[in-house]
């Protein structure tokens, strides 16, 4: 099965696909965050056959709610309508940093949005090795 990762930003929305065995994400666009960015996600979706949608969960170090939190949840209320899909939460803590030092700014978002995918897949691999 293959997953999207989601890296949703006020501006701009990152955006990783995995591979078919849903083992390996890799970096895929890097979407201006306006009026059509959901219907061209909700498009990819579908071209791409996507089984299963992870987005990134935006919050303090603390572990509080911060103010990125009501827009997403707001993005993921508006994607679940539009697709019959699982959507997950995966904490974003630090991905943006890391991708500022792996890629060219124009990327950044995309490689944010994989690094958030990899970890969720990883969970996931981690929890199926113990046959949870």
Partial sequence: ???LGIDYGSK???LALSDEAGVLAFPEAVLVNDAQALAR???L???RGVGEVVVGESRTLSGERNPLMEKIDSFVSALARKCDLPIRMEPEFYTSREAQRSTLPEHEDA???ALILQRYLDKRKA??????
Avoid: P, S
Wanted: proline share 0%; hydrophobic share 45%.
């Fill in 127 to 132: 929890q199926g090795d113990r046959g949870t």
């Fill in 41 to 43: 996600i909700v498009e």
């Fill in 1 to 3: 099965m293959r997953f």
């Fill in 45 to 47: 979706l579908e071209e």
């Fill in 12 to 14: 701009k929305i990152g």
């Fill in 111 to 113: 490689a944010a949005a």
